[in-house]
């Protein structure tokens, strides 16, 4: 490796370098948020409860059902298939022609929205049963109970995996170079064809990388920290002593 090349490659190629991590942010960041909107959605659909029977508990059944199916299908599929599929399948079959934007953040969207969907079951599930039963009696009915008592906190709960999600979709972006959508993956590519330096030209790929998903730890983490508030009961006990 030779620091003069990778200087060299910066100097000549920041430009794309820039263009595809804006891309690769932008794709992740949005898809994320979708994501997690699909998955407290989805969430809420599965704790909801009716009587056992009537037509609105069996509509509700086969809602939850399909729902199951695509949380299934696409935590079951690699990424790089839901892409082809979505974007060339829906315009062969269906005359659906996407950009390869929209398209890339429609695949990493509802991805994350399956993966989100378990993870927010996971936290309205962690909450104790007695905070509903609580709500109940003093007259909430189910869409109150979640407003106002349960997805604030599921909300904090599940922060750290919808980091994890952040940071692994900022990397996961990579395979949308299939379908051309122009994130870091592509442009770097095309500037490893140009120059043929393929190791130095990713080494600085490798450290945009980085870069993006280290700065999206720390940011969430500060979030995080903010959410909790200060440790007030550490501070009563240090002023007691």
């Known amino acids: 490796m030779s620091l003069e090349w990778i200087i060299s490659i910066v100097e000549n190629n920041w430009q794309m370098f820039l263009r595809g991590a804006y891309y690769t942010l932008l794709i992740s960041i949005s898809s994320t948020i979708i994501g997690a909107l699909i998955g407290f959605f989805i969430g809420i659909m599965h704790t909801i409860k009716v009587r056992k029977k009537g037509v609105k508990f069996y509509s509700l059944k086969l809602f939850n059902f399909l729902l199951t199916c695509y949380v299934e299908f696409f935590r079951g599929t690699p990424m790089i298939v839901q892409a082809m599929v979505v974007f060339y399948g829906l315009d062969i079959a269906f005359g ?10 429609l695949v990493v969207s509802l991805n994350t929205g399956a993966y989100m969907a378990e993870i927010v079951r996971g936290g309205i599930v962690s909450i104790d049963k007695g905070q509903y039963e609580a709500a109940s009696a003093i ?15 599921v909300a904090r709960n599940v922060l750290p995996a919808t980091g994890n999600q952040l940071i692994m979709n900022i990397k996961d972006t990579a395979v949308l170079n299939v379908i051309g959508v122009t994130e870091l993956f592509f442009q770097t590519k095309s500037i490893a064809g140009n120059n043929f330096r393929y190791f130095e030209s990713f080494f600085v790929a490798c450290v945009l990388y980085f870069i993006m998903t280290f700065t999206a730890s720390r940011i969430l983490l500060y979030v995080e920290k903010r959410l909790d508030g200060p440790d007030a009961y550490q501070k009563e006990q240090k002023e007691a002593i």
């Open 96 to 105: 659906i022609d996407m950009h390869f934007i929209t398209a890339g953040i």
């Open 139 to 153: 007259g909430m009915n189910h869409f109150q109970i979640m407003l106002h008592v349960v997805l604030p906190q």
